[in-house]
T-cell receptor
């Protein structure tokens, strides 16, 4: 089945810096790659997603890039703010549209 | 309001006592899924359902059962809970579009402790 690796497991940045989280996947048939943000004690919430027919997608301070050939995708957050502190999960849709998640990245943004 | 609901939100039980965690969505989604979340392991899929009466195992199905008799409901059943099933459980749902998976919406979570 699908396997998703996510790095780093923790990331500390200063407010205003950029943050990059990287994921790789194993199933070349995967075609949907969402990113979720989970604040402490809350449910995961979608922040951005990308499909395999697109190489990059941006939404204000957040962007996702996808390299299908290398089977990796990345989340970029610019001008980080303390409220960006959370756990971020990448995921990839395997066969039958199921989602496989990475193990998560804890992002800490210091004021 | 479009939402996924789960009940109960918190549950403490003892080994071997059957329990059911309910999940309901009001968005007419075809796809529903159960995940468990454990520290350092991320979200792991237990079971999923592509539509009514269609269910399949995820990555960690042992010790769990599900049913999908109605489109809106997808209960998770633990016939004989054990301490290793202590975890945070999330239900999720989504449309199944022409391109495959669509955005998955998560329920608020159920924190289960098995003593």
């Amino acid at each position: 089945g699908e396997n998703v690796e996510q790095h780093p497991s923790t990331l500390s940045v200063q407010e205003g810096d950029s943050a990059v989280i990287k994921c790789t996947y194993s199933d070349s048939a995967s075609n949907y790659f969402p990113w979720y943000k989970q604040e402490l004690g809350k449910r995961p919430q979608l922040i951005i997603d990308i499909r395999s027919n697109v190489g990059e997608k941006k939404d204000q301070r957040i962007a996702v890039t996808l390299n299908k050939t290398a089977k990796h995708f990345s989340l970029h957050i610019t001008e980080t703010q303390p409220e960006d502190s959370a756990v971020y999960f990448c995921a990839a849709s395997g066969r039958y549209s199921t989602l496989t998640f990475g193990k998560g990245t804890m992002l800490l943004v210091s004021p | 309001e479009a939402q996924v609901t789960q009940n109960p939100r918190y549950l403490i039980t003892v080994t071997g006592k059957k329990l059911t965690v309910t999940c309901s969505q009001n968005m007419n989604h075809e796809y529903m899924s159960w995940y468990r979340q454990d520290p350092g392991l991320g979200l792991r899929q237990i079971y999923y359902s592509m539509n009514v009466e269609v269910t399949d195992k995820g990555d960690v199905p042992e010790g769990y059962k599900v049913s999908r008799k109605e489109k809106r409901n997808f209960p998770l059943i633990l016939e004989s809970p054990s301490p290793n099933q202590t975890s945070l459980y999330f239900c999720a749902s989504s449309f199944q579009g022409a391109l495959g998976t669509d955005t998955q919406y998560f329920g608020p979570g159920t924190r289960l402790t098995v003593l």
